[in-house]
């Protein structure tokens, strides 16, 4: 009897091990799955939000994962959490990302004679470049080991009182939460800002537009809804860095560009769009860019007479680029902002918390507020930003959240505004924009929506 039972208990061993490793399949017992026991099915990461979204590489189909799975696989021993845990889609973790470059300085503005002071204490130029906005170079320093960077500042400002000097700061592109779309909520949001469209999509004649400057991450130009826009897009990354991912910037492109007819017909699918790619790769998993970089952008775009042009990315106040931003808007440059997703009681982030930029929130459907938007007295205007339908980074669409898709809103609309009126300057352009707005808040400006939505209708003067 001893020797049955344990020839039983191998046999069940044997058993239990080839199905943990997916050999056998074990047969459910009536009534359900016994304790330990669970269905194991294929992979979704996503939520089920996409559609035709390849950001993350595979084969999908429309209405999400269209994998099989292996029969073998459907019932699996699931035993104690810690010995074999339960299947689940893979988790991205955030990536904490710093608000500076450990260990540069960027300074526009510093003569030979003070680099030349600098390179004795021990600084290294790792950087420079001729800057029209700042009417002069601008460079980047590695700081001499042992100092900080405070330290670092101070001495480069000593060596010259003109001089703008700050750190290299980090800033990121603003999309945050997904958003799940399925059947008719897998629509266009322009209809909210009363967007002029014609039959198919594509925008009324009225809707001639200025170039657009686009400071984003890198873009899929071979994406079907941009295979005839007007694209050029520039990349200022060394090689030694990591490319940036094409889901934001491709999305916010779309936006203001995509194909008539498509699935994502852009708000102004004739205009020319000047795009450049400032973002880098950090860590496999943020895409981020210095402010070396976005100075060398603006300034890039400025040096092609582009008067307007989209930035939906935030990250702190910058000297250099505080410089930068005002010479652009100085010459006549409407810089157009997202607000920022870090939220409503967050500090104000930049470049839209400075006064020469147009600074967007995002609303949703209902024109409730965008739950994590960023609030305060420098919010401007209001656009649609929850669950717009725009681009997958790779084939197809989906919709995304966060207030860098209302940012294109508001630029496409500066840039029929241009167009109609070319002698508007910023100022006078920013109070035509703000005068037409459509108040939903507090009556007048206030903290949540800025002067209001966005009022499109009035592009078309109806």
């Given at each position: 009897?001893?020797?049955?039972?344990?020839?039983?208990?191998?046999?069940?061993?044997?058993?239990?091990?080839?199905?943990?490793?997916?050999?056998?399949?074990?047969?459910?017992?009536?009534?359900?799955?016994?304790?330990?026991?669970?269905?194991?099915?294929?992979?979704?990461?996503?939520?089920?939000?996409?559609?035709?979204?390849?950001?993350?590489?595979?084969?999908?189909?429309?209405?999400?994962?269209d994998?099989?799975?292996?029969?073998?696989?459907?019932?699996?021993?699931?035993?104690?959490?810690?010995?074999?845990?339960?299947?689940?889609?893979?988790?991205?973790?955030?990536?904490?990302?710093?608000?500076?470059?450990?260990?540069?300085?960027?300074?526009?503005?510093?003569?030979?004679?003070a680099?030349?002071?600098?390179?004795?204490?021990?600084?290294?130029?790792?950087?420079?470049?001729?800057?029209?906005?700042?009417?002069?170079?601008?460079?980047?320093?590695?700081?001499?080991?042992?100092?900080?960077?405070?330290?670092?500042?101070?001495?480069?400002?000593?060596?010259?009182?003109?001089?703008?000097?700050?750190?290299?700061?980090?800033?990121?592109?603003?999309?945050?939460?997904?958003?799940?779309?399925?059947?008719?909520?897998?629509?266009?949001?322009?209809?909210?800002?009363?967007?002029?469209?014609?039959?198919?999509?594509?925008?009324?004649?009225?809707?001639?537009?200025?170039?657009?400057?686009?400071?984003?991450t890198?873009?899929?130009?071979?994406?079907?809804v941009?295979?005839?826009?007007?694209?050029?897009?520039?990349?200022?990354?060394?090689?030694?860095?990591?490319?940036?991912?094409?889901q934001?910037?491709t999305?916010?492109a779309a936006?203001?560009?995509?194909?008539?007819?498509?699935?994502?017909?852009?708000?102004?699918?004739?205009?020319?769009?000047?795009?450049?790619?400032?973002?880098?790769?950090?860590?496999?998993?943020?895409?981020?860019a210095?402010?070396?970089?976005?100075?060398?952008?603006?300034?890039?775009?400025?040096?092609?007479?582009?008067?307007?042009?989209?930035?939906?990315?935030?990250g702190?106040?910058?000297?250099?680029?505080?410089?930068?931003?005002?010479?652009?808007?100085?010459?006549?440059?409407?810089?157009?902002?997202?607000?920022?997703?870090?939220?409503?009681?967050?500090?104000?982030?930049?470049?839209?918390?400075?006064?020469?930029?147009?600074?967007?929130?995002?609303?949703?459907?209902?024109?409730?507020?965008?739950?994590?938007?960023?609030?305060?007295?420098?919010?401007?205007?209001?656009?649609?930003?929850?669950?717009?339908?725009?681009?997958?980074?790779?084939?197809?669409?989906?919709?995304?959240?966060?207030?860098?898709?209302?940012?294109?809103?508001?630029?496409?609309?500066?840039?029929?505004?241009?167009?109609?009126?070319?002698?508007?300057?910023?100022?006078?352009?920013?109070?035509?924009?703000?005068?037409?707005?459509?108040?939903?808040?507090?009556?007048?400006?206030?903290?949540?929506?800025?002067?209001?939505?966005?009022?499109?209708?009035?592009?078309?003067g109806?």
């Amino acid at each position: 009897m001893p020797s049955r039972l344990a020839d039983r208990t191998k046999r069940l061993s044997l058993l239990l091990a080839l199905a943990m490793a997916g050999l056998v399949a074990l047969p459910a017992p009536q009534g359900g799955l016994s304790p330990g026991m669970a269905v194991a099915l294929a992979d979704d990461d996503d939520g089920g939000d996409d559609d035709d979204d390849d950001d993350r590489g595979g084969s999908r189909g429309r209405g999400g994962d269209d994998r099989r799975a292996d029969p073998q696989r459907i019932l699996r021993p699931l035993f104690r959490q810690s010995t074999r845990a339960v299947r689940r889609a893979p988790v991205r973790r955030a990536v904490a990302v710093p608000e500076q470059a450990p260990n540069e300085i960027v300074a526009a503005g510093l003569d030979e004679n003070a680099l030349a002071g600098l390179t004795q204490d021990g600084f290294v130029i790792d950087g420079r470049v001729e800057i029209a906005l700042v009417g002069g170079e601008m460079v980047r320093l590695i700081v001499p080991q042992g100092l900080t960077l405070e330290a670092a500042r101070a001495a480069v400002s000593a060596r010259s009182a003109s001089a703008t000097v700050d750190f290299n700061h980090f800033y990121q592109p603003q999309a945050a939460d997904k958003a799940v779309c399925r059947g008719e909520s897998c629509t266009l949001v322009r209809h909210m800002v009363g967007w002029p469209t014609g039959g198919d999509g594509s925008g009324m004649a009225c809707l001639k537009p200025q170039r657009i400057g686009l400071i984003d991450t890198a873009i899929n130009a071979d994406h079907a809804v941009l295979a005839r826009a007007r694209l050029e897009v520039l990349s200022l990354g060394d090689e030694k860095d990591a490319a940036s991912g094409e889901q934001h910037g491709t999305a916010v492109a779309a936006l203001l560009v995509g194909a008539p007819g498509s699935r994502v017909p852009g708000l102004l699918p004739e205009a020319e769009v000047v795009a450049v790619d400032a973002f880098q790769r950090f860590r496999k998993t943020a895409d981020i860019a210095n402010v070396y970089d976005l100075v060398r952008a603006l300034d890039l775009l400025i040096r092609r007479d582009i008067r307007v042009v989209n930035l939906s990315l935030t990250g702190p106040a910058n000297a250099v680029l505080e410089r930068a931003v005002a010479a652009a808007a100085g010459r006549g440059t409407i810089l157009v902002a997202a607000a920022g997703n870090d939220g409503p009681n967050a500090e104000p982030v930049y470049p839209a918390a400075y006064d020469d930029v147009i600074a967007v929130t995002a609303v949703d459907k209902a024109r409730n507020p965008y739950r994590r938007a960023v609030r305060g007295d420098h919010i401007d205007i209001a656009a649609p930003g929850v669950g717009v339908w725009t681009a997958a980074s790779i084939s197809g669409a989906r919709q995304k959240t966060g207030t860098s898709f209302a940012a294109p809103f508001v630029t496409a609309a500066v840039s029929v505004l241009l167009s109609a009126r070319p002698d508007l300057s910023p100022d006078a352009l920013k109070a035509e924009l703000m005068r037409s707005a459509e108040d939903i808040g507090k009556p007048g400006k206030d903290a949540v929506y800025g002067w209001g939505l966005l009022n499109a209708r009035a592009l078309c003067g109806t």
